[in-house]
């Protein structure tokens, strides 16, 4: 596979070497600071220079943007995990930290739409659609390091232009060009390691016994370990039959090695221009090494490698092409599975008693109810799956200056490729439970499982194809006092996507359809005497995932701004350096629908399934056909209605502000017709555009840079994101409980009982005698130390007698955080440097489920947060309800007693290096040489004890630390 990838790649590398053969050293041309020329538009990786940017003087819209260069300073094995607290306006969702697996998702100015896929921005790289999800999202598989800037466009001024797709956003990334100079090159390397933040702390077998037996005893059953059992759990003096494993410790170590190298040549002349980066990424996971110790099995291993060449030419005086091609290579290695979520589903539910890793006789420990993780992981194969992703793009543009001066011609073809494969080696392996003999010797039962030799099967896994065409025109010229600048731009792309092979009734492979989107565009912007903007940009969008008549739509947005600081009132105060207020009204679509409630993709299409009748006194079936659920021809896209006002400003020539202010209204959004039809009228209608969000809030960046010193420099920028969201109208069905509407609440509100204390012996009594002055869930499971709830399940809310799904209410908070700080700050001394990255979040709520919370429930085990349960002794001060060994229905209902507050405080990354001096650097012919140490994730302040409050379960989130080193020739 890796001599694969070398092949690929070396025609191109082969081809940039030729065309920069004969590049001369020279002085670079000038420059635009990078502080003064900001993306905001599709087209910004387009560079004719000119096009696609702005001069920060005449933007706008609501924007904010990171340096690539800044996200290079810690170790991410994907690009959305380098975001966290970079950028206003912006939230990521953690996804997990397991390698190759785990994708956040990111969400510009909070959720506005209710639906499960709705709310993701749209994706652009160097121009062009970046499609995909999850990790086949080829954003994520970027790497900093290829990375000029990634730009969040927030507002409709800035994201109309991309019609019915860009209500949600637009993450616009912009990688790294070639610059006239010598030949230019880097090499990086990083070499760390990473490990588990936290680990799930479980009761050893001893207390695990002690509180099994008082959960017995809490259900009127007999203890099932005797005294006998417990001092030997206790002292480990029998671990054969008494065993007392510790789970994790069997399956993970405590820290893994993980490395990355980088090298980049850049350089050119006035004739060609490039730049070529080449990244490979290695993570072993944090299971041990099962492969060194089973040949049949397989290490966790995670590795990545990415290229890129972007090439700019001048082939004629006025005739320029842009030529880029990337990709990224991933492998994934783990024992058992393609992932790791079975395995840690299992740790978190497998008593410490169950059994022995290893019987006497050097077998597998196991019984019928559980498997043997350890077993598991080094004996049941091993799964390989590879993915690839290929971005191709191929631009002329055309200097039309003899026919109007300022005029360009572009025209451009994209071709994107992503594709992955598994391969799995599976057998199955026996294990046997042992008990004692009259004797005391050891007595075996039958094998659960058989032996079996290694099976190999192959399948694709994923796959999809983009083809993109795009021409346009721009225009850009200064008149006296004006600066006039406009575009207009045709595109088209088609999206094919082929579903598993293993799996053909799965909906992706069904989805072979192409997706396809035709648009145009244009953006008009006028600047008077740099003091006044008005700019107008609209998108003309359509989708073959509508029928006729709704397939396309006009979305129009305007933006003015005044630059007061150029005005005379204020040209002599000397606070005030520049002051620019803005603001902008427009509409925008969201076409990202289907998966929010539509049965079908093409909706309005009426599809027939199995149907029929029964006849006769014997009730004899005849088949037949019946519609399925009604077509419904006028299903469009969500839209809205979004404004945006803004200040930007720089104080005291060093502290810079922006502030803005956003109000969005959004409409059509998929909804059930469970408001308008009722069930029984025997027909199953389809989901109509009726529902209603609105969402408001706010973003602030603050930078200041201190006066430039000879020794010492220093930076510290902030930025703080809020926005509220709420649900206007949802088509609900009637509510008993009026409590029980979606619409008025925030979108993702969690909804169920509120938890009022447990259950004392005086309200058992009372219920005793009078069942509905005490209600409860189900009576006869009700025990004192239960969890209480508060009945409000009667017409209009009032209580009666019974708790049930009408007594759900809102509780807590969604799960994204409504509030976001970010704090980046560094500094230089001479020679050393330092860089930290600290994010803060509120306003969200987690939920404490599963085995890991949740005492004996599903036959699993008991951690650390039951010690303080509720016991006659302990009520006045319990926080956890009475231990029960059976399923208890009460006490784990979906309940505000398990939510707790999701607020955290985290320093994200924090790297400190130091670069030789230049002498010395010359001596050993180098331009630079740089030593650092950074780590990622280095330490979480929150108020959920029992592990990270953005992942509870599954694979840990870890801490990386490396140390490396960078040189520059």
């Known amino acids: 596979m890796k001599r694969y990838y070398t092949l690929n790649f070396f025609p191109v590398f082969l081809l940039t070497l030729l065309l920069s053969k004969n590049v001369q050293a020279q002085k670079g041309t000038s420059q635009l600071s990078a502080l003064d020329s900001v993306t905001v538009l599709p087209m910004s990786a387009f560079k004719p220079i000119g096009y696609g940017t702005q001069v920060k003087q005449q933007i706008t819209s609501a924007i904010s943007t990171v340096y690539g260069a800044d996200l290079e300073k810690n170790f991410s094995l994907n690009l959305g995990n380098t975001l966290y607290g970079r950028l206003a306006g912006l939230s990521v969702a953690q996804g997990g930290s397991e390698p190759g697996a785990s994708t956040p998702s990111l969400f510009v100015r909070g959720l506005n739409t209710f639906g499960a896929a709705g709310n993701a921005p749209l994706y652009v790289i160097d121009g062009y659609i970046s499609n995909g999800s999850g990790p086949a999202n080829s954003f994520m598989q970027l790497v900093p390091e290829e990375i000029e800037t990634i730009t969040v466009l927030k507002d409709a001024s800035a994201t109309a232009i991309y019609g019915a797709r860009g209500a949600n956003g637009v993450v616009l990334v912009t990688t790294k060009v070639g610059k006239e100079g010598p030949l230019r090159i880097s090499f990086t390397t990083k070499q760390g390691f990473n490990q588990a933040q936290y680990v799930p702390k479980f009761l050893n077998a001893y207390n695990y016994a002690t509180l099994y037996n008082e959960a017995l005893t809490n259900d009127g059953l007999p203890a099932r370990y005797s005294t006998v059992d417990l001092d030997a759990y206790k002292t480990g003096s029998d671990p054969v039959f008494h065993p007392d494993v510790n789970w994790y410790d069997q399956v993970l170590r405590p820290t893994a090695p993980v490395s990355s190298y980088n090298l980049t040549f850049g350089g050119g002349d006035k004739f060609v221009r490039y730049f070529v980066t080449l990244n490979a990424i290695n993570s072993q996971g944090l299971f041990k090494k099962f492969g060194d110790m089973n040949e049949e099995s ?152 058989q032996l079996t030799s290694l099976a190999g099967t192959e399948e694709t896994l994923d796959q999809y194809r983009n083809l993109i065409f795009q021409g346009f025109l721009n225009y850009k010229r200064t008149v006296g006092k004006s600066d006039i600048s406009g575009l207009l731009m045709v595109n088209t792309d088609n999206v094919t996507v082929f579903g598993p092979a293993s799996d053909p009734t799965t909906p992706t492979a069904n989805s072979t ?12 912007t006028y600047a008077y005497d740099n003091k006044y903007i008005a700019e107008f940009s609209a998108g003309y969008m359509g989708s073959n995932n509508f029928g006729p008549g709704n397939r396309y739509g006009f979305f129009p947005a305007a933006s003015v701004g005044w630059v007061l600081s150029n005005e005379k009132f204020l040209t002599k105060n000397k606070a005030i350096d520049y002051l620019k207020v803005r603001g902008s009204y427009g509409l925008v679509g969201n076409d990202n629908i289907v998966s929010q409630g539509l049965s079908t993709r093409y909706a309005y299409t009426a599809t027939f399934g199995g149907g029929g009748y029964f006849f006769g006194t014997g009730n004899t079936a005849v088949g037949g056909l019946a519609e399925n659920v009604i077509a419904n021809p006028n299903v469009t896209w969500e839209k809205e209605k979004s404004l945006n006002i803004g200040v930007d400003a720089t104080l005291f020539k060093n502290l810079d502000l922006s502030v803005d202010v956003f109000n969005r209204d959004r409409y059509d959004i998929i909804v059930a017709s469970a408001s308008t039809t009722p069930l029984f009228s025997g027909i199953v209608t389809p989901s109509l555009n009726q529902g209603k969000s609105t969402n408001k809030g706010f973003d602030v960046s603050l930078r200041y840079n201190a006066t430039q010193k000879k020794d010492f420099q220093f930076f510290v920028e902030s930025n703080l994101s809020y926005f509220r969201n709420k649900v206007v109208f949802n088509a609900e069905a009637i509510q008993l409980n009026p409590q029980l509407y979606n619409t008025g609440a925030a979108i993702g509100q969690p909804f169920g009982l509120k938890a009022i204390g447990f259950y004392s012996e005086e309200d058992i009594a009372k219920r005793q005698a009078d069942p509905k002055s005490v209600p409860g869930v189900l009576s006869e499971l009700i025990r004192a130390g239960d969890i209480k709830y508060q009945d409000i399940g009667g017409p209009d809310g009032k209580p009666d007698g019974i708790i049930d799904a009408n007594d759900r209410m809102a509780i807590g908070n969604p799960g994204l955080p409504t509030l976001s700080f970010g704090l980046h700050t560094g500094f230089r001394y001479k020679g050393f440097d330092a860089d930290l ?18 005492a004996f429930q599903g036959n699993g085990q008991v951690a650390a947060i039951a010690l303080n349960r509720w016991t006659p002794q302990t009520a006045a001060t319990a926080d956890y309800p009475r231990l029960s060994s059976k399923d208890n229905l009460n006490n784990y209902q979906f309940s505000s007693f398990w939510q707790r507050d999701g607020s955290f405080i985290k320093l994200r990354s924090a790297e400190i290096g130091y670069s030789l001096p230049a002498g010395l650097s010359d001596k050993i012919r180098l331009k630079t040489v740089r030593f650092f140490v950074n780590g990622t994730n280095l330490f979480s302040l929150d108020r ?13 989130v870890t801490r990386t630390i490396t140390a490396g080193v960078k040189v520059q020739l």
């Open 513 to 524: 359809d192409p997706y396809k989107h035709n648009s145009g565009a244009g953006r008009f």
């Open 944 to 956: 959920v004890p029992y592990g990270d409050s953005e992942s509870l379960t599954g694979y840990p």
């Open 837 to 854: 990255v600290f994010q803060a979040v509120t306003g969200n709520t987690v939920y404490l489920g599963g085995n890991y919370f949740q």
């Open 298 to 449: 397989s290490n966790s291993k995670y590795a990545k490698y990415n290229f890129r060449t972007n090439l700019d030419v001048n082939l004629t005086d006025r005739l320029s092409a842009e030529f880029k091609i990337a990709g990224a290579f991933e492998q994934t290695n783990n024992p058992n599975n393609y992932t790791t979520g079975s395995t840690f589903g299992l740790l978190a539910q497998l008593p410490p008693n169950a059994f022995p890793v290893y019987n006497p006789n050097g077998s597998y420990g196991g019984n019928a109810l559980y498997t043997n993780p350890v077993a598991n992981l080094l004996s049941t194969g091993f799964y390989q799956n590879n993915a690839r992703t290929v971005l191709s793009s191929l631009k002329l543009t055309e200097q039309l200056d003899m026919l109007v001066k300022g005029l360009s011609a572009s025209v451009a073809v994209s071709i994107n490729n992503y594709f992955k494969s598994g391969s799995y080696k599976s057998k199955q392996y026996p294990r046997f439970s042992v008990s004692s003999g009259p004797n005391g010797d050891v007595l075996y039962s039958p094998a659960v499982g």
